[in-house]
T-cell receptor, first 115, second 112 residues
Framework: DGGITQSPKYLFRKEGQNVTLSCEQN?????MYWYRQDPGQGLRLIYY???????QKGDIAEGYSVSREKKESFPLTVTSAQKNPTAFYLC??????????????FGNGTRLTVT | GQQVMQIPQYQHVQEGEDFTTYCNSS?????IQWYKQRPGGHPVFLIQ?????EVKKQKRLTFQFGEAKKNSSLHITATQTTDVGTYFC????????????FGTGTLLAVQP
């Protein structure tokens, strides 16, 4: 079955530590996205990549970094510079075009708790 | 900047009652998408509306896109417990930024 795999489902870290969230897709989609979800809020775009070795900042990129070395993989690093990192992180991809023109396919998400 | 507001934030209904959530954008949209997120789950795409005044139906769900392409609604007829979850709209701006902005979502609770 094709899909997007995010791991781990739950992640706990101490304040001051960097942490990397994994996102792998076998859908052969070009564009991939990272969103952050907080209670009572809509999804907010962190970073996106439309092609390998290229990525763009979203609306809340500060304190985050990404890489796109392979089409299948789009890991997100939450750095110690992110002031409020505790949240639910969702990775997504689109079959063609961009988010908004095509449906987003989401992974199951990673719930990050930083104490 | 572009904002997408959704109301209500929360709705509790008895099973069999109807439910509607409304989505309003501060700017004209190119299109609008709707997603459903079950508790503890991830958003799942439901539908995309593109044309002004468009109405689409999926079984008990009816989606509308306003004539001015600045608002949209999702109506569920005769809710069932399987309808429980948060419904999000996401609007694609018609300006050069081409940004998809998610609404704040409406959490639907259905009491059997």
């Amino acid at each position: 079955d094709g899909g997007i795999t995010q791991s781990p489902k739950y992640l706990f870290r101490k304040e001051g530590q960097n942490v990397t969230l994994s996102c792998e897709q076998n859908l052969n989609h070009d564009a991939m996205y990272w969103y952050r979800q907080d209670p009572g809020q809509g999804l907010r775009l962190i970073y996106y990549s439309q092609i390998v070795n290229d990525f763009q900042k979203g609306d809340i990129a500060e304190g985050y970094s990404v890489s796109r070395e392979k089409k299948e993989s789009f890991p997100l690093t939450v750095t110690s510079a992110q002031k409020n990192p505790t949240a639910f992180y969702l990775c997504a991809s689109v079959r063609q075009g961009t988010a908004g023109n095509s449906p987003l396919h989401f992974g199951n998400g990673t719930r990050l708790t930083v104490t | 900047g572009q904002q997408v507001m959704q109301i209500p934030q929360y709705q509790h209904v008895q099973e069999g009652e109807d439910f509607t959530t409304y989505c309003n954008s501060s700017t004209t949209l190119s299109n609008i998408q709707w997603y459903k997120q079950r508790p503890g789950g991830h958003p799942v795409f439901l539908i995309q509306l593109v044309k002004s005044g468009e109405v689409k139906k999926q079984k008990r769900l009816t989606f509308q896109f306003g004539e001015a392409k600045k608002n949209s609604s999702l109506h569920i007829t005769a809710t069932q417990t399987t309808d429980v979850g948060t419904y999000f709209c996401a609007g694609l701006g018609s300006d050069a930024t081409n940004k998809l902005i998610f609404g704040t979502g409406t959490l639907l609770a259905v009491q059997p």
